[in-house]
């Protein structure tokens, strides 16, 4: 049984480069809701929920279980119809976190999710109904498009996100990547909204970022090395993001417009939400230039992001 993973954008590199592949980006797909019904007598689900992917090095899948769901589930995965492994369980509305198949053959692949009820909840014995979500990772060409492409992440990652509630918590906004670029991406969930995962310290991995960024990025503009430079430095005198939770104003995912940042930390490798505004307003209690400075500026790229005349590719 393979591990599950959260694997870095290095670790990936390196995997690229160690099978002789050409450069290539992350594609996240996503599958469902999907509904379920088993006719099996024992626990293991007679039906086998099957997605196919295409990928040239890499494939990993994770499972969402709906909040419907009334009992926990143990997730098993198949590559090819060939079952690799399974999960721990998994909860209503909870995930699976990432399962990795590992060195794959480059090409098209079978992804199969095949459930097994465990005795909790309204479950007497057998599962008769289950459903959920599964997002597959794979890598494609380099060259194969901006729908393709995932977060270059560096040791600051700039991002400025508006939920609108009207349109059922549809997401959207920009984030700035390790090379300067500025993307535009957009997120509708039909019964789910997606939030990073993060630790007991409250750091976010990488892959879980990457993630996030993938929905329809749309490449907007470069910023000037100096001028990246510039931001990167003013971030440094925000507050640490324990302060900014307990002053009492509005922290991330809480109200409408976010602006913020995630900031590497050296010791985990992981990253730290550090928020500026939320709201057009800054999180400190004492509004430094440099927040204030900073929260505009996401702000006007976030603006430019809604202009219809914004550059459509690069």
């Known amino acids: 049984m393979h591990p599950f993973v959260r694997q870095t ?4 590199v390196a995997l690229l480069a160690a099978s002789g592949v050409p450069a290539a980006s992350i594609r996240f797909e996503e599958l469902g809701p999907f509904p379920a019904r088993s006719t099996a007598e024992g626990q293991l689900s007679s039906d086998v929920q099957e997605i196919r992917a295409n990928t040239i090095a890499g494939l990993q899948v994770k499972y969402v279980a709906p909040a419907e769901h009334c009992s926990p589930v143990r997730m ?104 300067g670029d500025v993307y535009a991406f957009r997120y509708e969930p039909t019964q789910r909204d997606w939030n990073p995962v993060r630790d007991a310290s409250g750091r976010i991995a990488a892959f879980d970022l990457q993630e996030r960024f993938s929905h329809h990025p749309r490449w907007m503009l470069t910023l000037d090395e100096q001028e990246l430079k510039n931001r990167e430095s003013a971030l440094a005198h925000i507050a640490d993001p324990a302060h900014a939770a307990t002053s009492g104003t509005v922290r991330y995912d809480v109200g ?59």
């Open 76 to 179: 098993h995965f198949l590559l090819d119809g060939v079952e690799r492994g399974a999960s721990e369980p998994v909860s209503p509305g909870r995930s699976s976190g990432y399962f990795d198949f590992g060195g794959v053959p480059a090409g098209e692949h079978v992804v199969g999710l095949r459930a097994e009820g465990l005795p909790a909840g309204c479950n007497d014995g057998r599962p008769i109904s289950w459903g959920g979500f599964a997002v597959v990772r794979t890598t494609v060409e380099g060259d194969a498009g901006l729908d393709a492409r995932a977060a270059s992440l560096g040791a600051v990652t700039f991002y400025a996100t508006t939920v609108n509630y009207s349109w059922g918590r549809r997401r959207q906004g920009i984030y700035v990547t390790a090379d």
């Open 9 to 12: 954008s290095s670790a990936l």
């Open 256 to 314: 409408a417009e976010f602006r913020g940042a995630y900031r590497l930390d050296a010791a985990s490798g992981r990253y730290v939400d550090v928020p500026i505004c939320a709201g057009g307003r800054p999180q400190e209690e004492s509004s430094s230039q440099d927040v204030r400075a900073l929260c505009d500026w996401l702000g006007s790229l976030i603006r430019l992001s809604n202009q219809p005349s914004a550059p459509e590719e690069k």
